[in-house]
């Protein structure tokens, strides 16, 4: 494949997206440390808004380099509020990682981004973050 390939990550508030990102990132080596949500220094919000709030509140992007292909990390809210967002992002993205979290009080909120991605057709994985409680 030719040009640079696009990873939307999507799932509910809170699940650890914007996180990561900053490992992806890292891992990556396009960064040189991770930023934390908690202290406001992360890629992924870098916005006055979402720092404020301590939550992704509008797509954010970061680029990085993966075994020679060029990609662009698409991080996105996970407010129901913010729907539409990653909705957007979903139309340009090649593929999504859907983050969840073991939770099963969360599920609910688990069927609306399934669906976009059904609907879409978009590839997709599921990233289970933290471990089960």
């Known amino acids: 494949m030719s040009g640079a390939r696009s990873a939307t990550l999507v799932g509910p508030y809170m699940s650890g997206k914007t996180t990561l ?3 992806l990132l890292f891992t990556a080596g ?6 934390t949500v ?3 220094n992360t890629i992924g919000d870098s916005s006055d808004e979402a720092r404020a709030r301590q939550m992704s509140a509008e797509v954010s992007s970061g ?5 020679g292909e060029d990609w662009t990390t698409l991080d996105c ?3 129901i509020e913010l729907m539409q967002e990653y909705l957007n992002a979903l139309n340009v993205a090649d593929m999504a990682v859907f983050v969840v979290e073991p939770v099963i009080e969360r599920a609910t ?3 609306p981004v399934f669906k976009a991605l059904e609907t879409r057709e978009t ?8 471990s089960i409680p």
Do not use: D, Q, V
């Open 21 to 23: 990102l900053e490992s």
């Open 30 to 35: 396009a960064i040189h440390r991770k930023g």
């Open 38 to 40: 908690k202290e406001g």
């Open 63 to 67: 680029a990085m380099n993966y075994l």
């Open 77 to 79: 809210p996970g407010s």
């Open 109 to 111: 909120t688990l069927s």
């Open 123 to 130: 590839p997709h994985m599921t990233f289970i973050n933290r």
